[in-house]
């Protein structure tokens, strides 16, 4: 099996750190499997997607050493496909539309939430009749399209870094969108854990390295993996970076995207030898201070931690300050000016 592994951020902020720091675990792992490293834009976020933010990951990813094995795919791009699979499971009657509208949902949430229920959807269109569907669209009612989501369902996998995993569809929230509002007769936009399976399929992707963020999204995605009938990937679920407080690291941090870390004078090196480190410990005889060819070399999942990683600042600037150190006089004035 050739190992293909991504990332993909969406082009809708600065790259964070979170994005470079995911990255390298994925492009370390190809490299010591001598496989693929792919970046996927996930531009499918109309409203907030920006050329300009795209070309700030591609550069912010680059400084860091990052670096791609082939061309970028843009999500946006592979619009038709996606349709397609929702119209595959749409025939197959394992996707319905629903015509369940904002303040009939609100209501729904507002009482669960005077039950003390745990928030869901709770499947009232899964099986409309022809007549009653006619009548919703006779008062005008778009649709958003549901996959059915079995709540006696167990869904498993082997994770790399977290070993046995279970899911039941039950705690999944009930029966997911896989496309936004539309009129009756037409797809919505086509919504994220549809979008990353049929992508990830097309990629061939071996590999899916991510946070722990994504556990619940892995339980819906290997169910649509199923129902598509495409092959599944393996999954890792790294640790996510966490502020001192041991909270997850946030805008409210004040420091959060790889370009604040290059103007305020870090070097890649130094960034990319510590976010490597965040979540992944060295065997045993090598120096915390390496290169990222130096990390692909001996790289492993059973290394990889389960905790979060707590971001420490005392143990950037000594990593930083190694790096200064090695310089001559002459990079160091270049990299001053």
């Known amino acids: 099996m050739i190992v293909r592994t991504r990332i993909a951020p969406s082009p809708t902020g600065d790259p964070h ?19 693929k490293f792919i970046l996927r834009i996930e531009d499918t976020d109309k409203e907030r997607s920006k050329p300009e933010y795209t070309q700030n990951i591609l550069e912010g990813l680059r400084w860091l050493g990052i670096d791609w094995d082939e ?22 009657g394992l996707a319905y539309r629903c015509y369940a509208n904002e303040a009939e949902l609100d209501a729904m949430r507002e009482a669960q939430k005077a039950s003390n229920q745990a928030p869901r959807y709770d499947n009232r269109h899964r099986n409309l009749t022809p007549d009653q569907e006619a009548a919703f669209q006779a008062e005008g009612r778009e649709a958003v399209i549901r996959f059915r989501i079995d709540d006696n369902a167990e869904i498993r996998w082997n994770d790399m870094v977290r070993g046995a995993m279970s ?5 999944l929230g009930g029966d997911m969108v896989v496309a936004r509002r539309a009129p009756a007769d037409q797809i919505g936009d086509p919504l994220y854990n549809l979008v990353v399976v049929v992508d990830d399929a097309a990629m061939a992707i071996s590999h899916v ?5 994504h556990i619940a999204n892995t339980a819906k995605q290997l169910l649509l993996y199923d129902a598509l009938g495409l092959p599944k990937p393996e999954f890792a679920h790294a640790p996510l970076i966490l502020n001192g407080e041991g909270r997850k690291l946030s805008k409210r941090d004040g420091v959060t995207s790889i370009n604040d870390f290059r103007e ?3 070097t890649a090196a130094a960034i990319a030898n510590y976010m490597t480190l965040l979540g992944w410990s060295v065997p045993e005889g ?32 000594w990593l930083n300050s190694q790096v200064l150190h090695d310089l001559t006089p002459e990079q160091l004035l270049d990299r001053l000016l």
């Open 167 to 171: 899911w039941r569809g039950a705690d």
């Open 71 to 92: 061309e970028p795919l843009i999500q946006s791009e592979q619009v038709q496909q996606h349709r397609a699979a929702i119209e595959t499971l749409l025939q197959k």
């Open 286 to 317: 090598m120096n915390e201070r390496f290169s990222l060819g130096e990390a692909a070399e001996v790289f492993s999942f059973d290394r990889v931690n389960k905790a979060g990683a707590r971001f420490d600042w005392d143990k950037l600037n």
């Open 209 to 213: 390295i991510r946070g722990e963020d």
């Open 17 to 35: 750190v979170g994005t470079g720091y995911i990255a390298l675990f994925n492009m370390v792992f190809a490299r010591h499997k001598e496989g």
């Open 264 to 266: 305020m004078g870090y």
